[in-house]
């Protein structure tokens, strides 16, 4: 009888293990289905993610490379902070273009907290209504192109500043520093579009040398910082290292600089100039109210720090790596400069109105910032969970879409190092929005720079006339080949050229 139970209960086994088994099935089933589909990537370390892949100065050129073993959608942990890097275009297209709602927040560094008086800028300020009122002001009042043209008269003697700069340089046949005369007349240009005159009392707190050490300091202090890595610890790191002190003393001094402007321009009795800056727009729209926000001593700031700050380091950078690259292509900068001699004559200097006739030269700007963007990473967070490619990116995960890579990936340039202007002919990429996602060099979607048109035209109005007006040799002892193009990083490029007066310009 024993048997006979052992061998019933033996049938029946399989049928008592039926639920279960379905059971256990679903129950696995429910986790595959939601377990997360994480982008493939490095390994990690203990504590600090992936941080010791961040040590090179072009960490742009590192994620590259890393992206060539793992994948163009490529996940990293920078110490507790989730992120995605991008490098290809059909995952570009989708996070600028496809889900740019879903990835339309900026990185917000720690660094740039105070100094963007926590975060009411242009560049930094979240999604939503505050970020629509400032971009549509940016648009339609501040960086219009009815604005950009208000200051003709300021770019036009700006460049009369500089090149008589540059002429008083060389006087002794010796080599200009390219980047500081560029900064210096992007900072004098930009300071008044944004301030109005450079006299005056709190202008001259800039005087002696000040400036270049204050844009130094910001930009050291606006870069990544260990606290941006391991946030709920912040505000320990940033005392330990210092960092804390030196922004605060930094801050304190933009702020007593821009309040005193602020001031000249609110005194009745102050002297009126014939065009409005910006810091005018931003007070007279403040009075009318029109704004869906009150406008605040503290959002002018903001935003007149951020279009001075940007504008400065942009544009001297990218004029710099435009002689960087025509004085190590020889060729490229003789065709550019026949372009522009061909078509001036006798006349005296280049003006705005001449710029639409040089072609070469607007091909040599474009390829210029292929090779090197102003943002080489543009920097995203995701708002809410979605998909790229297939893979899960949860709400704040950083997101790096590396433009320099896109850039100069074979598979969507023909000889990616090389530097070819002609690439640009009959093209249809623009500097500006575009639906060439392989070309960002200023961003894309809704974050795209909006200083765009004021930036373009202060650029090819400066190469334009100090290509005319000298023809620019390496020093002595130099050949091109020992142009470093890659070895540092950013903007900040220390160019030394020679100047040699042009025989036909105003300045004879």
Known sequence: MENTLL???????PLLL??????????????VQNKPNFPPGPPELPIIGNLHQLTAKQPYQTLSQLSKIYGPVMRLKYGRVPTVVISSVEAAEQVMKTLDLEFCNRIQFAGRRRLSYNYVDIALTPHGEYWREIRKICALELLSAKRVQSFKAVRAEEVDV?????????SNNNPV??????????HQTICRVAFGSTDGQSKNI??????????DEVAFLTSLSASDFFPKLSWIIDRITGIHRRTETCFRYLDMFLQQVLDEHDNPQALKLEHEDIIDVLLKLRKAHTSTFRLTNNHIKAVVLNVYLGGVDIAAGVMTWVMAELAKNPKAKKKVQEEIRSYMGSKEKVEESDLDNFHYLKMVVKETLR???TLPLLTRESIKHSKIDGYDIYPKTWVLINTWALARNPKYWKNPEEFLPERFKNSSFALGENQNFEYKPFGGGRRICP????????TELVLANILYTFDWELPEGLNTEDLNMEGLSGTRYPLELLPIKHVVSKYD
Do not use: C, W
């Open 7 to 13: 061998h019933n209960f033996l049938l029946l086994l």
């Open 18 to 31: 039926l639920p279960l088994y379905f059971f256990i099935t679903l129950f696995q089933g429910r986790n």
């Open 162 to 170: 500089l090149i008589k700069s540059i002429l008083s340089s060389s």
């Open 177 to 186: 520093n390219v980047y500081e005369k560029l900064t210096s007349f992007a």
């Open 206 to 215: 800039f005087d002696n040398g000040r400036l270049t050490q204050v844009l």
């Open 371 to 373: 090779l090197h963007p």
């Open 451 to 458: 200083g765009l048109n004021m930036g373009s035209v202060l």
